[in-house]
């Protein structure tokens, strides 16, 4: 009997029971407030107007009837900071924590081992021990390729900028698919070729080859294998994020070819006027752009006495002289349409 009473008191109070819990726990509820934001914000969050930084730091509101002060920004500079006297006097380069490198994320976590010019062998061979555990296998095979691209790109006189893009493209492709023998070689090569057409100072396959001591066969394979695999990773982004090389026109290796001769400014414009109007015409659509740029120079020396032979325009394209004369004859049967004529004039008061 008291069983069925007890069952029967519960099952009757059950729901006023829930009733006061959940009356309690809205009694005591309050709202969260985001104080950090992994994001910076340049509005407002209560009037949405722009924020102004005040002379003391802070983020304040411009709007005059808000004026909220934001005092909850977080400083993300280096804390330069002593941890006791005898640390006062000591300069600790890795106080800060070291440099996080994009391209070696793991090798970046973790702490350094700093031996001094007195420290034991002991603590040289755990410094040692230390470097070689921070590394994983594969940074460790990506860091002795970017060195290789940063050693001959240096010694082929290639801007830093375009050997940053290659490293960072080397990294995309090394974690899409791994390669061995001459196909990794020619990958490496490859990531110099994009760079360089990507900042608009294109180098042919042959020159690539050159740089990387390779032979022309296994480069072009590998920009092929480069840029299928790219535009595999791609397939799915948007248009503008996507990878897309420029076009490779003879004035864009007219400068690189005439810095290497001696040869007048005044020379080099011209040959540049005279590329554009090829490209734009589409004079000479048989001929590969390097070929093109060659007999351009090669027909303004000849055309205006400038004492260049072919010879030393072989030696910096890489162009055989039969492929020289080529180009040479069809500009010369095209002159009087792409010379000006005020240059023409101009060259023969001179003369």
Known sequence: MNKTKKNLFSSKNKDSIWKIFDATINEKKSTIECIFRDTPTDNCTCCNSSLQITDEG????????????????????????????EDSHSDDPTRCGMPTNELMAESSIGCKVVCGSNSSYEMRKIQRYNEWNSMPYKEKSRLVDTQYIMLLASQSGISKIIVDDAMRYHKKLSEARSFRGLNREGIIAATLYISARLNKC????????????????????????????????????????????????????????????????????????????????????ENTPQSIAVGIIYFVSQEFKLNIDKRSINAISDISDITITKCYKKIDTLKEQLIPQSFREKYKKIK
């Open 58 to 85: 802070f983020s304040a509101c411009s709007n005059k009837m808000c004026g909220v002060v934001y005092t909850d920004n977080i400083d993300h500079t280096a804390e330069w900071r002593f941890y006791g006297a």
């Open 202 to 285: 294109p180098r042919s396959a042959k020159e690539i080859a050159t740089i990387f001591h390779l032979d022309t066969t296994s480069t072009t394979k590998g920009c092929k294998n480069a840029m299928a695999i790219i535009n595999e990773l791609e397939l799915d982004m948007n248009v503008c994020d996507k990878t897309y090389l420029s076009d490779t026109q003879p004035v864009s290796f007219i400068e690189r070819y005439c810095s290497k001769i001696i040869i007048s400014s005044e020379f080099v414009q011209l040959c540049k006027f005279i590329s554009l109007q090829i490209s734009k015409k589409n004079l000479m659509p």
